[in-house]
């Protein structure tokens, strides 16, 4: 029984190996020793002791709160409903990534309001998130919705600041603006490469 059962272990393992698991084929492996060039135009040297040679390509970095501004671009109200374009500008000196939506948060007399803002719900921010790669200097964009009168789901509360938390980032930026907002009713849309009319 024991030889079975080492057996069938065995034939299992050799099975689920074969299978491929979902992992993708890595491509074909280099076959020259020498210098090799990347598509960004940097390049890297194997091992002369080998047949294959390792070829880095620089991670874009995220964008992050500390290496850009974040401003409203545009503002307006129609039926108590304020829409806000906001513009985040690279500050770096190199190239940066963004994928998703961003948090917000609002500043009122009594602090913080700790917002969950909801995705989507308007036409213009209900588009899929798509990454996002911005060069040094130029600047990606978002959309943001919430309600300014009171409402069955809360009162309107006035605030003189936001917090704007960019995707996959923890630390925010804070911005000085003034309003009002119901807490329930704040929508954002994904960062976008261009500005939204």
């Given amino acids: 029984m024991t030889k079975t059962l080492a057996f069938a272990l065995a034939f299992g393992a050799l099975v689920a190996g074969c299978s491929n698991g979902?992992?993708?084929?890595?491509?074909?492996?280099?076959?020259?020793s020498g210098p090799s060039a990347s598509s960004d135009g940097t390049s890297t040297t194997g091992e002369s002791t080998s047949n294959s040679s390792v070829i880095t390509q620089p991670?874009?970095?995220?964008?992050?709160?500390?290496?850009?501004?974040?401003?409203?671009?545009?503002?307006?109200?129609?039926?108590?409903?304020?829409?806000?374009?906001?513009?985040?500008k690279n500050l770096s000196d190199q190239s940066c990534r963004s994928f998703g939506y961003p948090g917000m948060d609002f500043h009122t007399s009594s602090g913080w309001l700790n917002i969950q803002v909801h995705r989507g719900g308007y036409p213009d921010i209900n588009a899929a998130p798509a990454r996002v790669v911005v060069a040094p200097g130029h600047s990606?964009?978002?959309?943001?919705?919430?309600?300014?009168?009171?409402?069955?789901?809360?009162?309107?509360?006035?605030?003189?600041?936001?917090?704007?938390?960019?995707?996959?980032?923890?630390?925010?930026?804070?911005?000085?603006?003034?309003?009002?907002?119901n807490p329930n009713l704040v929508r954002v849309g994904p960062v976008r490469a261009t500005r939204p009319s």
């Fill in 22 to 32: 979902g992992a993708q084929e890595a491509g074909p492996v280099p076959t020259t």
């Fill in 59 to 88: 991670v874009t970095p995220l964008c992050s709160s500390k290496k850009s501004t974040v401003r409203m671009a545009s503002q307006e109200g129609a039926a108590g409903t304020i829409r806000t374009v906001w513009r985040v």
């Fill in 140 to 181: 990606f964009y978002f959309i943001s919705y919430w309600n300014d009168v009171d409402s069955n789901t809360g009162p309107c509360k006035n605030f003189d600041r936001v917090k704007v938390t960019l995707p996959d980032n923890f630390s925010s930026a804070k911005v000085a603006a003034t309003g009002c907002l």
